[in-house]
């Protein structure tokens, strides 16, 4: 089975470009979660969809950070302009029933890198 | 206070030895929680779902203690290759979706 799929693995880019983390979630499952990981703040929420609808996005740091999930297979976490501070893991992660208790399935993580 | 807490650790121990961890939770009226296990920043991996009458899957027992606010996870006979980062798991809002992380306790396993 398919898990859920990220990518780039791997992103380096220089202070003040456009970056786009993209997400295949896993089919059928119905909520969708970005997560950032770093040494000093660990696992943070960033935002998470609901049937393709945003419902919480208290987590994203700054109006340079941007989501979507056009639809149930494909969702998007960009950040523009990128800053050095925003060096970090990007996890992916889907879930099946938001209704119900739905452990998290995530998926390698996008390894970002801002000089 | 922080939604989700845990003792980063590291906790030490020897082969075949017992390890007990907790995680305390800011939010009531949580209903869903687990513990995650995560290995040298891969992603973090589902260990086990925290049932309100606690649940065992091997040499792993999780506990959970609403009048206290706390889940636990005891891990049996360690081996080495349990030497990763546990990380509870909880969810925050007033449904079951909204799911924040501890910061994760360190264990190491030494032969």
């Known amino acids: 089975d398919a898990g859920v799929i990220q990518s780039p693995r791997h992103e380096v880019t220089e202070m003040g470009q456009e970056v786009t983390l993209r997400c295949k979630p896993i089919s059928g499952h119905n909520s969708l979660f970005w997560y950032r990981q770093t040494m000093m703040r660990g696992l943070e929420l960033l935002i998470y969809?609901?049937?393709?609808?945003?419902?919480?996005d208290s987590g994203m740091p700054e109006d340079r950070f941007s989501a979507k999930m056009p639809n149930a297979s494909f969702s998007t976490l960009k950040i523009q302009p990128s800053e050095p501070r925003d060096s970090a893991v990007y996890f992916c992660?889907?879930?099946?029933?938001?209704?119900?208790?739905?452990?998290?399935?995530f998926g390698n993580g996008t390894r970002l890198t801002v000089t | 206070r922080k939604e989700v807490e845990q003792d980063p650790g590291p906790f030490n121990v020897p082969e075949g030895a017992t390890v007990a961890f907790n995680c305390t939770y800011s939010?009531?009226?949580?209903?869903?929680f687990f513990w995650y296990r995560q290995d040298c920043r891969k992603e973090p991996k589902l260990l086990m779902s925290v049932y309100s009458s606690g649940n065992e899957d091997g040499r792993f027992t999780a506990q959970l203690n609403r009048a206290s606010q706390y889940i636990s996870l005891l891990i049996r006979d360690s081996k080495l290759s349990d030497s990763v980062t546990y990380l509870c798991?909880?969810?925050?809002?007033?449904?079951?979706?909204?799911?924040?992380f501890g910061a994760g306790t360190r264990l190491a396993v030494h032969p």
């Open positions: 992660a889907s879930s099946g029933d938001p209704y119900r208790i739905s452990p998290l399935h």
């Open positions: 939010n009531s009226a949580s209903q869903s």
């Open positions: 969809f609901n049937n393709n609808v945003p419902i919480d």
């Open positions: 798991v909880v969810n925050v809002d007033g449904g079951y979706n909204k799911l924040i």
